[in-house]
């Protein structure tokens, strides 16, 4: 059974940082997909960035240059560093964990506003 943890949202001012940290409980962690997706009010949930167990990291164009994924097999965490946040930013992160199924945590509210 896989369930996924995520801390690190808050309010933060335009330009300002955040990071968002994912802890992965199960076995595997490191053969396992992992990433982020986000959804604003009113919006479909979007894809943030993800991390193959062994491949190459995707970014949505939005945050390509602004934000980085990154993960720990040993510490069976993945990180979104957050930097040079915009206000159209503000969702609520969510962590999620691919291989046979699809997992996901319950979300981290992250808001940028001045």
């Known amino acids: 059974q896989v369930q996924l943890v995520e801390s690190g949202g808050g309010l933060v001012q335009p330009g300002g940082s955040l990071r968002l940290s994912c802890l992965f409980s199960g076995s595997l962690f490191s053969i396992y997909a992992m990433g982020w997706y986000r959804q604003a009010p009113g919006k479909q949930r979007e894809l943030v960035a993800t991390?193959?167990?062994?491949?190459?990291?995707h970014y949505a164009d939005s945050v390509k240059g602004r934000f980085t994924i990154s993960r720990d097999n040993a510490k069976k965490t993945v990180t979104l560093q957050m930097n040079s946040l915009k206000p159209e930013d503000t969702a609520v992160y969510y962590c999620y964990a691919r291989l046979n199924g699809v997992y996901w945590g319950q979300g981290t509210q992250v808001a940028v506003s001045s």
């Open positions: 991390m193959p167990g062994g491949g190459s990291i």
